[in-house]
């Protein structure tokens, strides 16, 4: 089975702190994305990836960046957060030959106070 | 650029009945794909069904079915005897066909399911 990990599942924060989400996944997929989750909104991609040290904005990238050093790993970045970015963030996977089918990761929980 | 709405933010439906999920979607393209995700309390989203849209036959996986109509756009999911742990949040989703747009998928606002026993 593939699996999707994320670091935190629940990660409070302070207004102008810079964050880190780690993203984890191990079926050697070559995509992976990022998302946030809001109630009434449903999910909209941030940022994501095709392939290692490549990146492509999503529909909603401003405050956000993203890093893809190796493969399995795909990390956001919150440059300095803020209270709108409070908000679940999912991380989600899928291979080159599949692309259709994504794999998600549990959410990780954001508050910023 | 494409959107998904679903109109239901929140539907219920007895034990063992049927409940039908709604979606429609905006799209300018003739080849794309279409998506029902499940969304349970543990927040980790299950892949429940998908449909090609070139194929005019409507997909199916065990008490799963979709209601998929082209032309209106339309994507509907239909749950067969319902079951408890079918409780959970449904998102509907698209995704262009097109090699240049990556894989990314669009999503529905979702839809609130709960079964009542």
């Known amino acids: 089975d593939v699996k999707v990990t994320q670091s935190s599942r629940y990660l409070v924060k302070r207004t102008g702190e810079k964050v880190f989400l780690e993203c984890v996944q191990d079926?050697?997929?070559?995509?992976m994305f990022w998302y946030r989750q809001d109630p009434g909104l449903g999910l909209r991609l941030i940022y994501f990836s095709y392939d290692v040290k490549m990146k492509e904005k999503g529909d909603i990238p401003e405050g956000y960046s993203v890093s893809r050093e190796k493969k399995e790993r795909f990390s956001l970045i919150l440059e300095s957060a803020s209270t709108n970015q409070t908000s679940m963030y999912l991380c989600?996977?899928?291979?080159?030959?599949?692309?259709?089918?994504?794999?998600f990761g549990p959410g990780t929980r954001l508050l910023v106070l | 650029a494409q959107t998904v709405t679903q109109s239901q933010p929140e539907m219920s439906v007895q034990e063992a009945e049927t409940v039908t999920l709604s979606c429609t979607y905006d799209?300018?393209?003739?080849?794309?794909?279409l998506f029902w995700y499940k969304q349970p309390p543990s927040r980790q989203m299950i892949l429940v069904i998908r449909q090609e849209a070139y194929k005019q036959q409507n997909a199916t996986e065990n008490r799963f079915s979709v209601n998929f109509q082209k032309a209106a756009k339309s994507f509907s999911l239909k749950i067969s005897d319902s079951q408890l742990g079918d409780a959970a949040m449904y998102f509907c989703a698209y995704r262009s066909a097109v090699e240049t747009s990556g894989s990314r998928l669009t999503f529905g606002e979702g839809t609130q399911l709960t079964v009542n026993p």
């Open positions: 989600a996977s899928s291979w080159y030959r599949d692309q259709e089918t994504q794999y």
């Open positions: 799209t300018s393209e003739s080849d794309y794909y």
């Open positions: 079926m050697d997929h070559e995509n």
